[in-house]
């Protein structure tokens, strides 16, 4: 055996070592959420109703909970990376307009984690099963340091969106039956 094929086995002798400690590490990781998950799933119910579970584009698994009624429509979520200790993660405030309309007040929680896509598209499922024709919303003042963000995340998941720089606000609409 040459000294460069006897280098290039001891090297994949370390891949595969070093892949099996990544691997059980990975799924170490996953046990722990897999376990968090029960555990969150059962102290969310006492208070709201769970409507899924997901996974972010990082491979963290998360609890989607609501409490809509007739006035409002609340898609929260929490990771299960940590134990879940009565306040969510994240969370898409929103507000029955009228009949066809649900309005989204206030998205709250960290940015670039998945989130947001995540109760989006939960919202936008209440919505389908409940009729709703449209979900609509405010871009504000307050929200302009970070409009390209919004606007993107808006556009992204399919709304209508009007933007009006000089007096920094603007409206989104979504409607899924076109």
């Known amino acids: 055996m040459s000294f460069t094929s006897l280098f290039l086995a001891e ?13 059980k590490k990975e799924l170490d990781e996953l046990e722990l959420q897999m376990f968090r998950m029960k555990e969150n799933m059962k102290e969310i119910a006492k208070k709201w109703q769970v409507i899924g ?3 972010t584009k ?12 007739n ?11 940590s134990a ?19 309005f989204i ?15 989006m598209n939960y919202l936008k499922e209440v919505a389908k099963e409940q009729n709703i024709r449209y979900i609509t919303g405010d871009i504000a003042k307050r929200d302009w ?14 709304f209508h969106i009007d933007i009006d720089k000089d007096a920094k606000s603007g409206e989104i609409v979504w409607q899924p039956y076109n």
């Not at 090297?11 to 691997?23: F, Y």
Request: glycine share 6%; hydrophobic share 25%.
């Open 84 to 102: 879940y200790r009565g306040q969510w993660d994240y969370s898409i405030q929103a507000t029955y307009k009228d009949e066809d309309t649900i």
């Open 71 to 81: 006035h409002s429509c609340k898609i929260m979520l929490n990771d299960c990376e």
């Open 11 to 23: 090297e994949e002798t370390l891949d595969t070592a070093k892949n099996k400690e990544e691997i």
């Open 58 to 69: 990082d491979d963290t698994w998360v609890v989607v909970y609501t409490n809509y009624d």
């Open 105 to 119: 007040g206030d998205i709250k929680g960290p940015e670039n984690k998945g989130f947001g896509t995540i109760c």
């Open 53 to 55: 579970i997901d996974q």
């Open 145 to 158: 340091d970070h409009v390209d963000r919004l606007v993107h995340f808006y556009k992204k998941h399919d």
